[in-house]
């Protein structure tokens, strides 16, 4: 039975969604799956200022915490078409991790949201697939199996490379139901790849 981490850093709840859908899909593979999030490194009053959804149900991790897990799923919102600070800096603070190989072989992938369509989310899980594959990660996306990213029908994340949803500019979009079953897709395909290379 593979062993999952949903690791996520989440602003105003709508990756905290996507990462539980997540954790659903592991989960509904009879993995063992812990979802945590990376500390808010912003300060309180600010955070408090921008309305950052600050009470969030997840444990916070801890780097140390990385190893124990066949494999890790790691969820962020994009800032500029990258990863954000909290989770970069969470993630820089695995040096050691790296330098012993304690990642090596695990199984990895990436999920995001963007306030538009065309607002950096395939750069944005690139820029956190590249330090995976740093940590020595395998990476699973999100393939064609999950039909649902192909419809014309309605607006909807989604990407071969990870599932993704569309927050809007204002923050009031949810993850829609193609978007967390998205989601739910690619947390099965990982643990039930972490459970070929580790059952």
Not at 5 to 10: D, F, G, I, N, T
Not at 55 to 72: C, G
Not at 81 to 89: K, Y
Not at 168 to 195: C, F, M, Y
């Amino acid at each position: 039975m593979a062993k999952v981490l949903v690791l996520y850093y989440s602003s105003y709840g709508h990756i905290e969604t996507m990462a539980n859908a997540v954790a659903e899909g592991a989960r509904s593979t009879g993995a063992t799956v812990d979802v945590k999030r990376v500390p808010e490194t912003a300060p309180e009053e600010i955070a408090k200022a921008a309305h950052f959804k600050l009470d969030q149900a997840a444990p916070v991790a801890a780097v140390a915490d990385l190893e124990h897990y066949d494999a890790i799923i790691v969820g962020a919102p994009t800032r500029f078409g990258r990863m954000p600070s909290q989770l970069a800096a969470f993630l820089d603070q695995a040096g050691g991790l790296w330098a012993r190989g304690a990642l090596n072989g695990k199984v990895g992938a990436a999920f995001t949201s963007t306030a538009t369509q065309h607002g950096g989310q395939e750069v944005t899980l690139f820029s956190i697939i590249t330090n995976l594959l740093h940590f020595g990660l395998t990476i699973v996306g999100l393939p064609y199996s999950h039909q649902g990213q192909m419809t014309l029908s309605e607006i909807v994340g989604g990407s071969p490379y990870g599932a993704t949803t569309i927050a809007g500019g204002d923050g009031s979009r949810q993850p829609s139901a193609i978007e967390l079953e998205g989601a739910r897709h690619q947390g099965g395909l990982v643990a039930k790849t972490a459970a070929k290379l580790f059952g």
